[in-house]
């Protein structure tokens, strides 16, 4: 039976959203066919298209961009046994290289995890393999989680405006996660006290800095915000409930135990640099933009890019860069797969957050209009009639007016 579907296509810096026809045939064995249902737009995304990321863009063929995903089981391939028609399913964007791409290095990880990633152990969809950005995505079952249906229905009752859609945020919030995890992991290694707790200052007000929010607040850590555009402070702190506070930079608060960078900027991290107290923690969620990564390690000493990727710590005893005191800088990226249930769970759990911090959807891949959701916001639509999707993955500015934006798949 013929059936036509749509497709984002990225190739040589060009975006493109197109009809394809066809037979759908069986998945190959191993992999299980998924029917879109949500999709969430990450930056790394914008990045990785707007040349801002360093990776590699295959030029032979296009590349189906995207990452986070959320969708429904059509069918699976032979030798698939754990997943059936109809099972809700969140997608793990990193696959394990094959042995061969690997020349001398061997990744020994059972399952993904943020050292391997940082090793170069992974490839990754959306930019190395094709990603989520279709109606139909076809992908190793190795790469799905079964979302389950409690989970589902709790969802839908704490967010009824947009129900199951927001289990597209599952990766992102496994990627946070993994962060908390890493902390106590490296306190450990380096014979520090136990997991911190007290303040702490999330700097970057996007949709990772309301994630990290949510996550340190049910570590029990008090919580400040910190963003060079205040509407986008106070907007994640109405998000939030009103439940952080923002951050003064006038103010004489300093001294955080730990301070989040969830902002791919150099001014952040050394922001951050002068308000952690003696003894805290750095923590580089985000990579830095291309331009900034050798112009802040000019005289090849102290990268901050580096930390990002180990995931292994690094502590400093004594002057580093601008501040005398010693400081535990860390990073990661990526997330450990283990890690999966647990941000299924977190998501479900925070809906009614989420449901606040997603300001804008785009309804169906070739639409034309982002579609406000804040209280009297307003819609935008491209000029031209061109899929709004389009303009959005090629750097259209939007920060100050939203948070989180999402692709209904029709």
């Not at 911190?196 to 850590?221: K, M, N």
Request: aromatic share 6%; charged share 20%; glycine share 8%.
């Amino acid at each position: 039976m013929e059936q036509d579907w749509f497709e984002v296509q990225w190739h040589l810096g060009k975006v493109q959203v197109t009809r394809q026809s066809g037979k759908r045939s069986r998945p190959r064995p191993g992999n299980v066919l998924v029917k879109m249902i949500s999709c969430g737009i990450c930056a790394a995304d914008v990045r990785a298209i707007t040349g801002n990321k360093s990776i590699s863009e295959p030029q032979g063929r296009y590349i189906i961009p995207g990452h986070e995903g959320f969708g429904r089981v059509i069918t699976a391939g032979r030798k698939v046994t754990h997943f059936q028609p109809g099972d809700y399913v969140t997608i793990l964007p990193h696959m394990h290289l094959p042995l061969t791409s690997l020349s001398e290095r061997v990744c020994q990880a059972t399952e993904v995890n943020p050292t391997c990633i940082g090793n170069g152990h992974t490839s990754h969809m959306g930019w190395d393999t094709d990603g989520c950005f279709a109606d139909f995505i076809e992908v190793p079952a190795s790469n799905l989680i079964r979302v389950p249906q409690a989970s589902i229905e709790l969802a839908r009752k704490l967010a009824p405006g947009l129900g199951e859609a927001v289990f597209a945020l599952v990766e992102p919030m496994s990627c946070v996660l993994s962060a908390y995890r890493l902390i106590e992991m490296r306190h450990q290694t380096f014979r520090l006290s136990d997991f911190p707790s007290g303040r702490a200052l999330v700097i970057g007000c996007g949709p990772i800095g309301i994630l990290h929010s949510l996550a340190l607040l049910d570590q029990g850590f008090t919580v400040w915000l910190m963003d060079t555009q205040p509407r986008r402070s106070s907007l994640a702190r109405w998000c939030l409930g009103q439940r952080v506070h923002i951050l003064d930079p006038e103010s004489s608060i300093n001294e955080f135990d730990l301070v989040m960078i969830t902002a791919s900027s150099a001014q952040a991290i050394r922001m951050g640099e002068t308000l952690v107290r003696d003894n805290g923690i750095i923590y580089l969620f985000s990579g830095l933009n291309t331009p900034e990564r050798r112009a802040t390690d000019v005289d090849d000493t102290f990268s901050y890019e580096r930390v990002h990727r180990t995931a292994k710590g690094l502590l400093t005893t004594s002057q580093a860069l601008t501040v005398e005191r010693s400081l535990l800088y860390m990073g990661h990226s990526g997330y450990f797969e283990t890690m999966m249930p647990t941000a299924i769970e977190t998501v479900a759990r925070h809906a009614d957050v989420l449901d606040r911090a997603i300001t804008g959807v785009v309804s169906g891949w070739t639409s034309s209009c982002l579609a406000s959701r804040l209280p009297g916001g307003v819609d935008w639509t491209t000029e031209d009639g061109s899929p709004a999707l389009i303009q959005i993955l090629h750097g259209l500015e939007l920060r100050d007016r939203h948070c989180k934006l999402l692709i209904l798949v029709q």
